[in-house]
T-cell receptor, first 108, second 116 residues
Framework: GENVEQHPSTLSVQEGDSAVIKCTYS??????FPWYKQELGKGPQLIID?????GEKKDQRIAVTLNKTAKHFSLHITETQPEDSAVYFC???????FGTGTRLTIIP | EAGVAQSPRYKIIEKRQSVAFWCNPI?????LYWYQQILGQGPKLLIQ????????DSQLPKDRFSAERLKGVDSTLKIQPAKLEDSAVYLC??????????????FGPGTRLTVL
């Protein structure tokens, strides 16, 4: 089955700096890669996704890149703000498999 | 638009007891998912329904877990009997599409289960 590895497990950045979270996957047939943000006591919320026919996607301060050859994808958050503090999960289909999460802390 | 509703939000039981969780998906969403999220880990898919049929239950421990979605709307997940390792948050999610995993999933707040 699919195996998704996510790094780092924790990340602290100064407000205004950029944050990068990286994931690798094992199933070359996976073709959909969503990223979720989970705040304390809440369910995960989709923040951006990318499909395998696209190499990069951007939505305001958030971007995701995909390298199908290397089987890795990354989340980039620019100009970080305190409200970006949360746990972030990557995931890969076909049976959607989540990574282990990254706790992002923005330091004011 | 109302989100995915789950109840109860918290449940504490002793091992070998039974417990049931309820989920009401977003109106009109055909697909419903149950996930188990152990502390410090990502959610793990337990079962996926499309309308009232099971699409994938390969990771559901069927000796103790069961789930149903009889009328294709609400769903219940049951554990009988519970073990200590079942302590986790149980998340319900729904999506509009017909079972394809690349439809956006909307998650409920989860039910935190503690087994003593």
């Amino acid at each position: 089955g699919e195996n998704v590895e996510q790094h780092p497990s924790t990340l602290s950045v100064q407000e205004g700096d950029s944050a990068v979270i990286k994931c690798t996957y094992s199933d070359s047939a996976s073709n959909y890669f969503p990223w979720y943000k989970q705040e304390l006591g809440k369910g995960p919320q989709l923040i951006i996704d990318i499909r395998s026919n696209v190499g990069e996607k951007k939505d305001q301060r958030i971007a995701v890149t995909l390298n199908k050859t290397a089987k890795h994808f990354s989340l980039h958050i620019t100009e970080t703000q305190p409200e970006d503090s949360a746990v972030y999960f990557c995931a890969a289909s076909r049976r959607i498999t989540f990574g282990t999460g990254t706790r992002l802390t923005i330091i004011p | 638009e109302a989100g995915v509703a789950q109840s109860p939000r918290y449940k504490i039981i002793e091992k070998r007891q039974s417990v049931a969780f309820w989920c009401n998906p977003i109106s009109g969403h055909a697909t419903l998912y149950w996930y188990q999220q152990i502390l410090g880990q990502g959610p793990k898919l337990l079962i996926q329904f499309q309308n009232n049929g099971v699409v994938d239950d390969s990771q559901l421990p069927k000796d103790r877990f069961s789930a149903e979605r009889l009328k294709g709307v609400d769903s219940t997940l049951k554990i009988q009997p519970a073990k200590l390792e079942d302590s986790a948050v149980y998340l319900c999610a729904s999506s509009l599409g017909g079972g394809s995993l690349d439809n956006e999933q909307f998650f409920g707040p989860g039910t935190r289960l503690t087994v003593l």
